[in-house]
Nanobody, 116 residues
Framework: QVQLVESGGGLVQAGGSLRLSCAASGSIFAINVMGWYRQAPGKQRELVADITSRGSTNYADSVKGRFTISRDNAKNTVYLQMGSLKPEDTAVYYC??????????WGQGTQVTVSS
């Protein structure tokens, strides 16, 4: 089992910044590609960004240039620095770990609300 615990969500005005953190514990050997997904009300969960253990990153087009994902392998922690936030970034953000064979572990989610 991989446990993922997110922190750092909250309410911010448009144009502001937030930093999300996610600490992994449990079956550390199963930690592979870590990332962040989000789900807005009435919408499907979507990938925001992910990062390999070697630091290769992948971003959704909607957040490129505004969000930065990073990880500290020694701490088994992944971060999402979010800037120039827009109301459409409002969602529950979920930390994820994609295992080598493709299965996903999920955190409990953290709410991010961007007011206009």
């Amino acid at each position: 089992q991989v446990q993922l615990v997110e922190s750092g969500g909250g309410l911010v005005q448009a144009g502001g910044s937030l930093r999300l953190s996610c600490a992994a514990s449990g079956s550390i050997f199963a930690i592979n590609v870590m990332g962040w997904y989000r789900q807005a009300p009435g919408k499907q969960r979507e990938l925001v960004a992910d990062i390999t253990s070697r630091g290769s990153t992948n971003y959704a087009d909607s957040v490129k240039g505004r969000f930065t994902i990073s990880r500290d392998n020694a701490k088994n922690t992944v971060y999402l620095q979010m800037g120039s936030l827009k109301p459409e970034d409002t969602a529950v953000y979920y930390c994820s770990n994609r295992r080598v064979y493709g299965s996903l572990d999920w955190g409990q989610g953290t709410q991010v609300t961007v007011s206009s």
